[in-house]
């Protein structure tokens, strides 16, 4: 039960950033385009990022997370007419995947 839950809030996130990627100004700094020229420009050739995982939200959206070795990280979005936007990115990326749950940081 709390495993749908969490989904359901996840696939309402997702919707919720799609509409609201359509209704932010002009001037707000989202970087969109096609998914091949963000990854290979944008991510992999300025920051040396490749992809460590993905998602998908419902019937919305594919969700990319991309991290490179010096720690700086995106979030790529991509909708069902494969339009990308570039959602957040930041630095000091930590990986926690090998952390077991119930210890510190799991």
């Not at 001037?27 to 969109?32: H, K, L, N, S, T």
């Not at 991510?43 to 959206?61: C, I, P």
Request: hydrophobic share 50%; with cysteine; net charge neutral.
């Amino acid at each position: 039960m709390a495993r749908e839950f969490s989904f359901r809030w996840v696939k309402l996130a997702a919707v919720g950033a799609v509409l609201a990627l359509s209704a932010l100004p002009a001037r707000a700094q989202v970087i969109c385009g096609g998914h091949d020229y963000l990854v290979a420009r944008r991510l992999a050739a300025a920051f040396e990022e490749k992809r460590l995982g993905y998602g998908v939200a419902g019937q919305a959206a594919l969700f990319e997370v991309f991290v490179s070795p010096s720690g700086t990280w995106t979030i790529l979005m991509t909708d069902v007419k494969g339009q990308s936007c570039i959602l957040a990115a930041g630095d000091g990326w930590e990986d926690t995947r090998a952390t077991a749950v119930g210890q510190p940081g799991g």
